[in-house]
């Protein structure tokens, strides 16, 4: 028995399973470099908006004729998705580049890599991408804190009782 602890003491780090943190909150860079979405949990459901983009584009492709135009850059993509296990999320996303709504699946496959799954046709016909995340830059020297991020989930308006508005989010557009 005495001789057990020894051992179990040595092979207590190579049992321990380091908890990954089944956290897909951040900002990620889509597959092509081209863009950045930047997600957050609002209400127990994950969403997120186009961050940053290299070519500036525009919604010309919206269902809705109103916001066609509109700057790509802030508009919701990931569209409220529930969470189905600790690592991974579904539900509808948002393609600016055609104007569709999908069915998806988001897995979070490591701590810095997200597997992005649409379907269309009921599963049939599906494709997908992986995201990495984007490492925050390192504050300016002398830096201590830093500023106030606004809150997401108030822009998307979810969780204000103004989320169940009408519309999709992608074609309501964020709160200004």
Same mark, same amino acid.
């Not at 997600?39 to 940053?52: E, F, K, P, Q, S």
């Not at 393609?95 to 709504?101: E, H, I, L």
């Given at each position: 028995m005495w001789r057990s602890i020894p051992v179990l003491a040595l092979l207590a780090p190579l049992m321990t399973?380091?908890?990954?943190?089944n956290?897909?909150?951040?900002?990620?860079?889509?597959?092509?470099?081209t863009a950045h979405v930047r997600?957050?949990?609002?209400?127990?459901?994950?969403?997120?908006?186009?961050?940053?983009e290299q070519k500036p584009g525009v919604d010309a492709e919206n269902p809705d004729s109103r916001? =066609?135009?509109? #700057?790509?850059?802030?508009? &919701?993509?990931?569209? $409220?998705?529930?969470?189905?296990?600790p690592d991974k999320w579904e539900g509808p996303i948002y393609?600016?580049?055609?104007?569709?709504?999908y069915e998806a699946k988001i897995t979070l496959k490591g701590p810095d890599s997200l597997e992005v799954e649409g379907c269309l046709w009921q599963g049939w016909l599906c494709g997908g991408q992986?995201?990495? =995340?984007?490492? #925050?830059?390192?504050?300016? &020297?002398?830096?201590? $804190?830093?500023?106030?991020?606004?809150?997401?989930?108030?822009?998307?308006?979810?969780g204000t009782g103004t989320?169940?508005?009408?519309?999709?989010?992608q074609q309501r557009g964020l709160k200004q």
């Open positions: 399973v380091p908890a990954q943190a956290d897909p909150t951040g900002e990620w860079r889509v597959e092509e470099g997600t957050v949990i609002c209400d127990g459901r994950l969403w997120g908006v186009i961050a940053w916001l =066609r135009g509109r #700057p790509i850059l802030g508009i &919701p993509i990931v569209l $409220g998705m529930k969470q189905v296990r393609n600016a580049r055609n104007g569709n709504t992986d995201w990495t =995340r984007v490492k #925050p830059p390192p504050p300016p &020297p002398g830096l201590v $804190g830093s500023a106030p991020k606004p809150d997401l989930c108030l822009r998307l308006g979810v989320g169940s508005g009408a519309g999709r989010p």
